[in-house]
Every structure is written in C-alpha cells, then in structure tokens.
C-alpha cells in the first residue's frame, strides 16, 4: 500500500498542538516570492501554525509582502534569504528554476520545500534529493491537493474497502479558460512550461498516492489553445497490472465531468471536484482548524455499491481538506525528524511519470517504467 494511505494525520493532533503553541520550537521560513503561490498558499498556513516564524520572502520588483505582513523582511535577493535566519525555504519560483534555486538552499545548509513540478527532469529530482540526504536536510514538495476535501474522501473510499479491488479510475482537472496566461513565464517554451508540468504533478501524485507507480505509460499531449505553443491538454494513462488509472486535464471543458471517478468489483463513486480552499485563499479568506475546507454539501460524491448484501446507492458526506495538515507535516519532519509529507523520492516519482509521458507522445507507444 502506497505510503500516504498508511501515514493519515487527526486533525485533533493539530488542535492539541495549538493549544500547546508556548512550548513549540519555531522554525524560521522564508519564501523566494510573493506572488499567488506565497501569498494565497504558504504565507496563511505559516502564520496560522505556531511552529513557523514567516521572517519575510525575496521580491524582485513589486515588493507586496508588507501589505499583508508589515513586519517581516522584504529580501532584494536570493542571497540575502540564503544569508539569513532562515531554517526553511520554500522555492516558489517558475519551475525552471526549482532545480538552481532549492539546489543553492540544500548547499546553503537550510531546509528547502519545492513547489510542484518538482524539477524539469528526473536527473535533476535525483541531484536534489541525493544532495539533501547528504547534507542531513529535510527536502519537500508541495503537493497540497493531497489535503483537498474531495482527494481526502476519495482516500477514505479506498481505504475502506468500499468498493472492493479498484479496477479503473479517472481523475479530471479541468477547466474552461481558454485565453492564453498573462505569466510570461507559463507561456513561452521552456523546461517548465505547459499543463503537462502545471496541472499534471498534482493528478500523477494523487495517483500515485493511492495506487503506487504504475508499470507503463501512454500518454497523448496536446496544444488546443489558439497562439498557445504550450501543451494545454494531457490525457494519461497509467497501466497497473489490476487496473488502469487515466488522468485527463485540459481548458475547454464547459461543462464538467466528474472529477473523481472510481469503479471496483463491488461499486462505483464519483465525486465532483469541491474542495474550496483555493477559491476562499484567492478572496483573502483565513484558515482555521474548525470549518476551514468544508465543501458544500451539493458537492458530494455519489456512492454505489455493495455493503453486508445490501446494494446502497446514496450520496455521502465530504471529509473536510485543510492544507495546515501538509505544513504540520513538514514542520514535524524537521523537529521530531519524520518523513516529510511528500518526499523527495516521491516527487521524484512523479518526475519518471512526467517523462514517460513525454517519451510516450513523441513516440505514441507505451513506455514501461524502469
């Protein structure tokens, strides 16, 4: 069973340790931007969580961090946070820079959480996670849609036996948006460009997650936006040897499919995509540890199946998502020295995905994995 089914943390845990806030070690953080990702993703989980101590974040040129924190450091370089107090550093950068800047924090001798995708390459996952175990550092990536409401419930299902041996899935993340980004960096050919390594790390990792790597990959990678020179569209498909898994993400689905759908030898569920973390961060929302990611109840996932003889075919409730449980988890990594939430070798795992794609597209076979 892959591990992230056998390592599910109690919120309760998280409460005690609130409650335990004046005997917590802080870490001291720092990230290498404050756009979306560092304000809307990091920074609210790091001040809400009394392990962390936000010391401030690199800004290049619009210097936003004081409108928020008015009292944290406003760095003009990288080398200044390499200078710095700072324990942990999260590489929040384009994803071709993951691989020179969490390379520069391990060398620097702090602790580095890389955003998805985790590098552009699998040599330079490797490099990475290599160097960090060398060094004695904790190396993280960020996979928060681990924590999602509907992937949470979606791990319960499984977990539970709910509906017998899987034998096929179909995650989505879909959506209608077909004006090109105005991110420069997310539109022009690059390492890192492209949905394949924006929106695909998060479904291979939760595929991943519940199900282990796959034994082959067939991979069909388009570009269906007009001016677009970016893939825009992956339909993936990991073959196990009792099951199929296909992951599909594309930006002219109007009308949503399912997000998550799972047949087994007993039933069936699906479940839209409901988790609500993302939109209430972009309207400024705080977390909390009470009603922080509950989805609303018209999200729920259809169950049918088969329980004690009787078939069962009713909606059930969402478990809720909080991506404070993903921080707890590194901030435990580093002070009680546990795994991290997501590993190195994990995001490394995703990476040997991500190129079996590539290699399958170009060559339109299946690829098997080493």
């Not at 340790?17 to 802080?26: A, L, T, Y």
Request: hydrophobic share 40%; net charge positive.
């Amino acid at each position: 069973m892959p591990l992230c089914l056998r390592s599910k943390k109690l919120r309760y845990f998280a409460i005690v340790r609130i409650k335990n806030i004046k005997i917590m070690q802080k870490i001291k953080t720092a990230l290498l931007s404050y756009g979306m990702s560092g304000k809307v993703f990091h920074a609210p989980f790091l001040v809400l969580h009394p392990g962390f101590e936000l010391l401030g974040s690199w800004e290049r040129t619009k210097k936003l961090i004081h409108e928020d924190y008015p009292t944290v450091t406003s760095y003009p370089s990288l080398e200044a946070v390499l200078e710095s107090d700072a324990e942990l550093i999260i590489v929040n950068t384009p994803v071709g820079t993951h691989f020179e800047y969490a390379k520069k924090v391990l060398l620097a001798g702090k602790h580095a959480l890389v955003e998805k995708a985790f590098t552009t390459t699998v040599a330079e996952a490797q490099e990475l996670t290599d160097l960090a175990k060398a060094k004695g550092l904790k190396l993280a990536v960020f996979q928060n849609r681990r924590w999602d409401s509907d992937f949470k419930t979606i791990q319960k299902i499984i977990t539970d036996n709910t509906l017998g041996d899987i034998v096929e899935a179909e995650f989505h993340f879909d959506r209608y948006n077909p004006i090109l980004s105005p991110k420069i960096h997310k539109e022009t050919a690059n390492a890192g460009a492209g949905i394949l390594k924006d929106l695909g790390p998060h479904l291979i990792d939760q595929a991943l997650c519940l199900f282990g790597m796959p034994k082959s990959v067939f991979a069909d990678i388009r570009i269906t936006r007009e001016h677009s020179i970016v893939d825009d569209y992956i339909d993936i498909l990991l073959y196990y040897s009792d099951k199929r898994v296909r992951l599909k993400a594309g930006f002219f689905v109007r009308e949503a499919n399912p997000a998550f759908v799972l047949h087994g030898k007993k039933g069936s569920f699906l479940k839209p995509r409901g988790d609500v973390q993302e939109d209430e961060l972009k309207l400024g929302k705080k977390p909390n540890l009470t009603s922080w990611g509950t989805e609303a109840k018209d999200k729920e996932g259809l169950l049918h199946t088969e329980i004690n003889n009787a078939v069962i075919r009713e909606k059930i409730p969402t478990l809720q998502g909080n991506y404070y449980d993903y921080f707890d988890g590194v901030y435990r990594s580093i002070i009680q020295n546990q795994p991290e939430p997501v590993t190195a070798q994990e995001g490394t795992n995703v990476m040997q995905i991500i190129e079996a794609a590539i290699q399958s597209n170009a060559q339109q076979k299946i690829i098997t994995i080493g």
